[in-house]
């Protein structure tokens, strides 16, 4: 699955500043709302406040994914913020800074299948530091979006990755041993998350 299928550039906020956590979830469901995705607005914003008091959406590296699975959502669909200044959010283990936000919208008959893509696919593509990166320091929505995959083969978005990254780059320390093990540690810390996520 591509994340480009599920969301568009109106539904992506670049630099977003936020009072707190609902802040933000309240932000991005107006952005699903204006995009026509939903049928009741405040339906489907109670559906992700609950889930927010059922147990944490924030699963480590700097990523929180909140979502309401509501009647009220016409078809699957996510918006994204990339956060100016890190924003605490609950985790597993008590709040923890995030820089990236996800809200979910999805339809109860795709609660399964269509929210274990989503997932599947964030956390495989945000195990590489450099899609990391690149979506942190993207400048346009439409960057984001050719992140995601849209337009793009499998090949072509790594071109894209290094090309954002190229951009902004600033002179890095030499990396040690550590950071080749690093992607494996976050891909099994996020998959890990995210199994402990579809269960609550």
């Known amino acids: 699955m591509k994340l480009a299928q599920l969301t568009s550039p109106d539904l992506i906020m670049l630099d977003a500043v936020f009072t707190d956590r609902f802040a933000a ?111 942190l320091k993207a400048n346009t929505a439409d960057e984001v979006m050719a992140l995601f995959g849209e337009g793009e083969e499998e090949a072509e978005q790594a071109d894209i990755v290094r090309e954002v990254i190229e951009e902004t780059a600033q002179p890095e320390m030499a990396r040690d041993i550590s950071a080749q093990a690093y992607p494996m540690v976050l891909g099994a810390g996020l998959l890990a998350s995210a199994i402990l996520f579809l269960l609550l």
């Open 25 to 135: 979830i309240n932000a991005l469901t107006d952005r699903i709302d204006q995009a026509g995705k939903l049928t009741n607005r405040q339906q489907f914003l109670d559906a992700v406040l609950l889930r927010e008091e059922e147990g944490p959406t924030a699963l480590g590296e700097y990523l929180a994914v909140p979502h309401g699975k509501s009647i009220a959502v016409k078809e699957p669909v996510f918006a994204c913020a990339l956060v100016k200044e890190e924003l605490q959010w609950q985790g597993l283990d008590g709040d923890e800074p995030v820089n990236m936000i996800f809200l979910l919208a999805i339809p109860p008959a795709e609660a399964g299948s269509t929210h274990m893509a989503v997932l599947t696919t964030l956390t495989s593509s945000l195990v590489e530091d450099d899609f990391r990166e690149a979506l």
